[in-house]
């Protein structure tokens, strides 16, 4: 069975990680959110967060942190391996719920074309 947990060694914590992926990562835009990807050679995808004041007060960006990583850790089996993905919540993201975001996320990540 699928362990549906979210470990520290599937999540980008120190700056170096966030600046490496977002220097020479792939971008991709939705309505709400900015995803960055890029491969990293050890075969085990990892998520960085980014939540600016522009999208609220602090409950608000850590909800749509909460909500992320809980999108992340229901499906990190149907995505790909391998790779750092950094999401960025734009200014209005913080009135979406979880379902929104589901949405939005999924329609980049389940697309494979970001693979190419």
Do not use: C
Not at 2 to 10: H, I
């Amino acid at each position: 069975m699928e362990s549906f947990s979210f470990p520290k060694n599937q999540r980008l914590l120190n700056r170096e990680d966030f600046v490496n992926v977002s220097r020479s990562g792939r971008r991709y835009h939705t309505r709400h959110f900015v995803l960055i990807f890029k491969q990293n050679g050890i075969g085990v995808t990892r998520l960085g967060i980014t939540v600016s004041k522009k999208t609220g007060n602090a409950v608000q960006r850590n909800r749509i942190k909460r909500l992320i990583r809980e999108f992340f850790r229901l499906n990190k089996s149907y995505l790909p391996q391998g790779y750092n993905i950094i999401a960025i919540a734009k200014k209005d993201a913080g009135h979406l719920d979880f379902w929104g975001i589901k949405k939005e996320l999924a329609e980049v990540l389940f697309n494979k074309k970001f693979l190419a």
